[in-house]
């Protein structure tokens, strides 16, 4: 009895700040402003399709990159001595510690066509290139802001793996590229679903990143709720109803996604 | 001719600025079984990484079969490793971590299956393929890791304190059942232990080890009964170290007497390490002792007791059978031939 008091707290935060809030989610996406039931705010969203299958793509991009990234970079931290192994957390921590606006912002002054970067170019005569405003430019800003969430999952799962079970790997005939695929993924595969879950799932409802290096071209189904509930286009009951959707998606590829799991992550 | 299949030249390994190897040199004959023995940081673990390719060297050369294999990555020699932690793949059930391997080496399906069922035969673990590794206990996972090795049928077998984590009873059957493997197959084994007795058990050749340098290379029985020098006297087996000065050949002075002895080739009044095993001890009454000393105290040890015998300024370790009473004065008398001779250390 007594440990089950201790959960009180907790579970009065979820009721007030979950539970509730989902309700009237739902509350409002089946509503229509006079308050009678509805389905016209879910039918609605036919028109906003696009933009959904966009998002989804961008965060399904930006999720492979990270990990093909976020793989050989957690697995050479875990490699290392004890002491270089805080420091490089560190580096890949740090840029969480800044403003998430502001590290949007930095990417813009860097690519922006008389940018850092096109005016380095600009030195050697080459340039200026299109590197903002453009499906790209939004996928880098998701990859950028969200890789942490894919290395720490995977160094704390391959820190965990015996120098022992690799130097045994290698005795029995396995050259680097075989421990990689026959040791460190499978013996990796929970920080593998872990990094894909927290990097796809701020990915595809992310928002201001899409209007800061997207040129308001790119706009992602995150940008059109904001504007449901904070723009010219106020209506909190359609914005409910594409909260709700998204929400549905992302839990139908998540479950798909650990069927599948186990045959996907070993690659 | 002995047939070298392994041979270590001038090896020296440096961790953090400290020698490990102090330039030492192994041949290892092909089809012994080959113990290196030594006190924890003696080297002997990092003899055995050189071996099996997991540690370089500062300076020296390895050679397989008289071919340099100095710079050859683990996954391409041909020796395989049983580990201390055992180091099985986690992932893996029983049979895919025996067939890990045989699979990299692409081999038929069929081949595999057969060569798996045999070496699980050999090891008696038949009827376990399905199992996950965390349904062994300690012995068994032994006997996976030693199979996942024996599998691949290399030309030399390196173990490395594999049975350190076994109890006793486990680890004497476990030792017999190594040598007979040995003796079956055919192969090298190198096998590293700090168990003198395990190392006396099963070895043709036995390395002892100390600070980095190789102290004697012989049979179990050389290793015993000759020791080179007082460490290996101290490590391999009880002995009694106490100082003595070589009067002449074939006489020795110590703990107030003097003895006939059997080894020569010693300065005159040379300072020496004499050293004289437990069990080689009589004890008399004493009047008929050459040394006189008190019984200082008993242990009951199994087979035979154990007393501390105080007498001119050392505490003699006797080993017998039949047992004085604490306090009691006795006389001790030790044969020619029990008295070994050494040169003290560091000359």
Request: hydrophobic share 45%; with cysteine.
């Amino acid at each position: 009895m007594k440990t089950k008091i201790l959960a009180v707290p907790y579970i009065i935060w979820m009721i007030i700040f979950t539970i509730i809030p989902l309700g009237l989610v739902i509350f409002f996406a089946f509503t229509t402003q006079s308050g009678k039931f509805t389905f016209s705010n879910i039918v609605a969203m036919n028109d906003y399709l696009d933009v959904l299958f966009r998002s989804i793509e961008f965060s399904v991009i930006a999720t492979v990159i990270c990990l093909l990234l976020g793989l050989p970079v957690a697995y050479l931290i875990s490699r290392l001595a004890r002491g270089k192994q805080g420091t490089m957390l560190m580096i890949v921590i740090i840029p969480m510690w800044i403003n998430f606006l502001l590290r949007t912002y930095a990417w813009m002054t860097l690519l922006e066509e008389n940018g850092i970067i096109n005016r380095f170019f600009g030195l050697f005569h080459l340039g200026p290139f299109n590197l903002i405003n453009n499906s790209g430019a939004v996928i880098l800003g998701m990859i950028y802001n969200y890789i942490p969430f894919m290395i720490l999952p995977l160094y704390s799962v391959m820190t965990k793996i015996d120098e022992n079970v690799i130097e045994a790997a290698q005795d029995l005939g396995c050259s680097g590229f075989h421990i990689m695929t026959k040791i460190i993924l499978p013996l990796s595969k929970q920080g593998i679903s872990t990094g894909i879950i927290t990097v796809f799932v701020p990915s595809v409802s992310t928002f201001i990143i899409s209007r800061m290096l997207g040129g308001g071209t790119n706009d992602l189904i995150g940008d059109i709720i904001e504007s449901q509930f904070l723009g010219n286009s106020y209506n909190p009951h359609l914005g409910s109803a594409m909260s709700l959707v998204l929400m549905v998606i992302v839990l139908l590829i998540m479950s798909l996604f650990n069927q599948f799991g186990s045959e996907e992550a070993v690659i | 001719m002995e047939n070298i299949i392994i041979s270590l030249k001038d090896a020296i390994v440096d961790f953090d600025g400290e020698q490990i190897l102090k330039k030492i040199n192994l041949d290892i004959v092909d089809k012994q079984f080959v113990t290196l023995l030594g006190p924890s940081g003696c080297g002997k673990t990092t003899t055995l990484r050189i071996i099996g390719g997991f540690q370089q060297m500062k300076s020296g050369s390895l050679f397989f079969n008289n071919k340099d294999i100095t710079k050859l990555p683990p996954h391409k020699r041909q020796v395989n490793t049983v580990f201390q932690k055992y180091a099985l793949f986690p992932h893996l059930n029983i049979y895919d971590n025996i067939a890990f391997g045989l699979k990299l080496k692409k081999l038929k399906d069929k081949e595999i299956k057969t060569r798996v069922q045999e070496t699980l035969e050999l090891v008696n673990l038949i009827g376990f393929e399905k199992r996950s590794i965390h349904s062994l206990s300690g012995g068994q996972q032994q006997r996976v890791a030693i199979a996942r090795a024996l599998v691949n049928r290399p030309k030399v077998l390196l173990l490395d304190e594999p049975l350190g984590a076994l109890d006793l009873k486990l680890r004497k059957e476990m030792q017999i059942e190594l040598k007979n493997i040995q003796q079956e197959l055919e192969i090298t084994f190198v096998y590293v232990t700090h168990d003198q007795e395990e190392a006396l058990t099963m070895s043709d050749t036995v390395v002892v080890m100390n600070d980095g340098i190789i102290q004697q290379i012989g049979t179990p029985v050389d290793i015993y009964n000759e020791p080179k020098n007082a460490f290996v006297a101290d490590f391999i087996g009880d002995s009694n170290i106490i100082d003595g000065i070589m009067r002449k050949d074939f006489l020795v002075d110590f703990a107030g007497n003097s003895f006939t002895c059997v080894d020569s080739g010693f300065e005159n009044d040379e300072l020496v390490d004499v050293v004289i095993r437990p069990e080689d001890i009589k004890i008399v009454p004493q009047i008929q002792g050459a040394i006189t000393g008190i019984v200082e105290s008993v242990i009951f040890k199994g087979v035979h007791y154990e007393m501390i015998v105080e007498a001119s300024g050392y505490k003699w370790k006797v080993q017998s059978t039949l047992h004085e009473d604490v306090g009691s004065i006795v006389g001790m008398n030790i044969e020619p031939m029990d008295i070994h001779i050494m040169h003290k250390m560091g000359n």
